[in-house]
């Protein structure tokens, strides 16, 4: 007789017992097995949601279930009193948790998750001896999982989750952010709060190995939503809502590097408002990772009194202009701990108290700089990892109460977003190979509940293949990134006029990957600074398509890059597209990632298309191939559209007496909260918002613009909307009353 399969135990034991619990509500449960000794476990299933269950499996300690231990990551502790506890050798069962089914037997250890209408979702088989679990692969792509790694479904790889620069193939693939969140477009997700591991996506059934073969204490989040979106509301259930960004932060960043004096750090500034490039901050290296930073050494915050000699006055001049300053910091500590509300006792300052670190920012914090980019960190544990995004968080509260907070990081982990945490990819080379892999990269950062990423545009270390296509190609990706900021070795050619000066900027390292200063020949090239305009230009004009959508994501978990499975759910080969994304709900971008590229393959979910520069509709439901230039990359909007754009501005919160314009693709019946604040404070939390409802409805040819409930005007109290419709343009000025038109 051969011997039985484990689908084959489990449907044998889901039949003999699974008519006990089924359907039951009420208190919870206790069923128990073998008695508890300190070799045992005991388990417990929990509610979190109607859409998600969890699963924690404890030692036994002195006769008593051991806790899960505390890290920060976790939006809250518990989620209310477990609907089952079973100790070891539990007799098999079916326990109701949610609207989901749980078939549970203890030999072998096995959790069978089911939804109300009998369809299976996931089978758990954990084998503690081993210090694995393993769960069914199933034939849809699997994604998530942080940032870096490989990509873009993750079957068929294997992933050690180390953090930081040591992962994965930095060069192409950038840091790593390893997040235990993993969804499969089959309908199911899986987190896991505890322990670290390896994951192993190589077979049919997928394994997770314990870092140390320790399995327990296990704690494990299963989630079936109904839908996409519903996994990431899951998501942020658990770990938390993003906090909005202050609206500058979505404008375009400069980070510089080696400096040279005073008068080149004010030049660049100038050069910006003179020539009419759109830009919001200003970063600045420190010294230690560059010859000549803001800083006299790395992990020090003293000015370098060579290039800020008075940096109270410069950063006065560079506010009067309109730009934010943003200081690079390090930390020095492999651990974290503690609250910047804590006392830091300065007779024994210990800078792995969060508020003793923080308290070194401080006087520099006050002489105005905006916010910090917080370095390194790639041996911080999870718990010091994430003091860490809390204290750059909460710390510039402290003195600023009422203004948002900036930080770009580099390491991260689950949580991070609810301290508004920004992310870049880290120490990437300048490849194409890079840029491509960075697109599935930031579709699966997204998905993992970190809607604030960015990479170094061009690329941080230069290699050969660094020339003006590619430095272009990166700029047009990183529009559509929610930070957009260039950085990288021979910094003068990440500045937009950078490639028609003839000067790379200086040689800071020799013998770094394969060289890179390009030739001379290229650096008289004009047509950078006029194809990075027209993208800057571009960005600030979707500026109020993106703060909503960043607002978007503070009440709903959905990041402003998306997924198209995230739209289309129903259509595998949308689900499986890695080289492409959605920005909000309407815009499809295919950034061009090839070397030479005169057309893009673009796939269109089903429906009606409309090509953003040409306004030509195209059918979706397969490939097209859209003919490129250098100047462009294929932008599509989905017909049932509203796409508001505002005026070109030179700087996110400039006055400009120009109208809204809002353009309707139509097809189908549409509609959009356009949100606006002050941009900087924390006064929506009192109301100070508006929210622009705003519904198109297709048959009838009529636009209705409402103010959303709860919402009122701001600023001046009147809006000035063009409307746009074809060549139709309806001037439209908009008061708070209900407004509608037909087009």
């Given at each position: 007789m051969s011997k039985a399969s484990?689908?084959?135990?489990?449907?044998?034991?889901?039949g003999c017992v699974g008519f006990l619990l089924e359907g039951r509500g009420g208190p919870a449960l206790s069923f128990t097995g073998e008695p508890a000794t300190d070799r045992g476990f005991e388990v417990r299933l929990s509610t979190v949601s109607a859409h998600t269950c969890r699963l924690s499996i404890l030692p036994i300690e002195e006769g008593r279930a051991t806790g899960i231990p505390w890290n920060g990551v976790l939006l809250q502790k518990s989620w209310g009193a477990p609907v089952a506890k079973l100790a070891m050798n539990f007799k098999a069962q079916t326990i109701r948790c949610g609207s989901l089914s749980i078939a549970a037997s203890s030999g072998p250890l096995l959790f069978a998750f089911r939804k109300a209408d009998g369809r299976r979702i996931q089978e758990l088989t954990i084998d503690n001896t081993a210090g694995t679990f393993s769960f069914d692969s199933g034939d849809s792509p699997l994604l998530g999982l942080g940032e870096g790694g490989p990509q873009f479904d993750r079957r068929g790889s294997t992933d050690g989750m180390l953090s930081g620069q040591r992962g994965y193939e930095l060069a192409t693939h950038g840091a790593r952010v390893p997040i235990p969140w993993i969804i499969s477009t089959d309908g199911w997700a899986l987190f896991v709060n505890q322990p670290s591991g390896t994951f192993d996506f190589t077979g049919p059934y997928s394994r997770f190995r314990a870092i140390d073969g320790k399995l327990f204490p296990l704690d494990l989040f299963i989630v079936a939503a109904e839908s996409p979106a519903g996994f990431l509301s899951e998501y942020a259930r658990l770990t938390g809502l993003?906090?909005?960004?202050?609206?500058?932060?979505?404008?375009?960043?400069?980070?510089?590097?080696?400096?040279?004096?005073?008068?080149?750090?004010?030049?660049?500034?100038?050069?910006?408002?003179?020539?009419?490039?759109?830009?919001?901050?200003?970063?600045?290296?420190?010294?230690g990772f560059c010859p000549s930073g803001w800083n006299t050494a790395n992990g020090s915050f003293a000015w370098n009194d060579h290039v800020f000699p008075d940096p109270q006055e410069i950063l006065d001049r560079f506010h009067s202009e309109h730009f934010h300053v943003v200081l690079h910091s390090v930390i020095l500590t492999?651990?974290?701990?503690?609250?910047?509300?804590?006392?830091?006792?300065?007779?024994?300052?210990?800078?792995?108290?969060?508020?003793?670190?923080?308290?070194?920012?401080?006087?520099?914090?006050?002489?105005?700089?905006?916010?910090?980019?917080?370095?390194?960190?790639?041996s911080l544990d999870v718990a010091s990892t994430v003091a860490r995004h809390r204290m750059y968080w909460e710390g510039p509260q402290m003195d600023r109460p009422n203004l948002r907070p900036y930080a770009l990081h580099r390491n991260g982990f689950a949580g991070m977003q609810r301290y508004a945490s920004i992310l870049w990819s880290g120490d990437v080379d300048s490849r194409w190979e890079t840029l491509k892999t960075h697109v599935p990269i930031a579709i699966n950062t997204a998905l993992t509940g970190i809607p604030y990423w960015g990479t170094d545009i061009g690329g941080f270390v230069p290699t050969s293949e660094l020339t003006a296509e590619l430095y272009l190609r990166w700029f047009q990706f990183g529009a559509f990134n929610p930070l957009?900021?260039?950085?990288?070795?021979?910094?003068?050619?990440?500045?937009?006029?950078?490639?028609?000066?003839?000067?790379?900027?200086?040689?800071?390292?020799?013998?770094?990957?394969?060289g890179g200063t390009p030739d001379a020949s290229q650096l008289h090239n004009p047509q950078v600074e006029i194809i990075c305009k027209k993208y800057l230009e571009l960005r600030y004009r979707l500026l109020p398509y993106l703060y909503s959508l960043v607002h978007e994501s503070t009440k709903t978990g959905m990041p402003p890059l998306r997924s198209l499975w995230l739209h289309y759910p129903e259509d595998p080969k949308a689900a499986a597209r890695g080289d492409e994304f959605l920005w909000g709900p309407s815009l499809l971008v295919a950034p061009v990632v090839e070397k030479g590229a005169t057309s893009r393959n673009v796939y269109l979910p089903h429906g009606t298309w409309f090509d953003f520069w040409t306004g030509e509709a195209v059918e979706?439901?397969?490939?097209?191939?859209?003919?490129?230039?250098?100047?462009?990359?294929?932008?599509?909007?989905?017909?049932?559209?509203?796409?508001?754009?505002?005026?070109?501005?030179?700087?996110?919160?400039?006055?400009?007496?120009?109208?809204?314009?809002?353009?309707?693709?139509?097809?189908?019946?549409?509609?959009?909260?356009?949100?606006?604040?002050?941009?900087?404070?924390?006064?929506?939390?009192?109301?100070?918002?508006?929210?622009?409802?705003?519904?198109?409805?297709?048959?009838?040819?009529?636009?209705?613009?409402?103010?959303?409930?709860?919402?009122?005007?701001?600023?001046?109290?009147?809006?000035?909307?063009?409307?746009?419709?074809?060549?139709?343009?309806?001037?439209?000025?908009?008061?708070?009353?209900?407004?509608?038109?037909?087009l």
């Open positions: 484990r689908r084959q135990v489990l449907k044998y034991a889901v993003p906090e909005m960004l202050p609206r500058w932060a979505l404008g375009y960043q400069q980070s510089h590097r080696t400096l040279a004096s005073r008068e080149e750090i004010l030049e660049i500034a100038k050069t910006f408002r003179e020539k009419k490039l759109p830009c919001d901050a200003l970063i600045y290296l420190g010294t492999d651990k974290l701990h503690g609250t910047v509300k804590d006392a830091c006792q300065l007779a024994r300052f210990d800078e792995q108290e969060v508020a003793c670190y923080w308290d070194a920012h401080r006087k520099d914090f006050s002489l105005g700089v905006d916010g910090w980019w917080p370095d390194e960190g790639d957009f900021r260039s950085h990288g070795r021979t910094w003068k050619l990440r500045l937009p006029w950078g490639w028609n000066t003839g000067d790379p900027g200086p040689v800071e390292i020799r013998g770094y990957a394969d979706g439901g397969g490939e097209v191939t859209r003919k490129v230039d250098l100047e462009t990359t294929p932008l599509y909007v989905r017909a049932g559209s509203i796409l508001p754009l505002g005026p070109v501005k030179q700087y996110a919160e400039e006055k400009v007496d120009e109208p809204l314009f809002l353009s309707i693709y139509p097809g189908a019946d549409a509609s959009f909260l356009l949100y606006d604040d002050d941009g900087v404070s924390f006064n929506f939390r009192q109301g100070e918002w508006m929210g622009l409802q705003i519904n198109w409805e297709d048959a009838r040819r009529a636009l209705r613009l409402q103010l959303a409930r709860g919402s009122r005007m701001v600023g001046a109290g009147k809006l000035r909307i063009m409307a746009t419709l074809h060549n139709t343009l309806r001037p439209i000025t908009f008061d708070g009353s209900p407004v509608e038109l037909k």
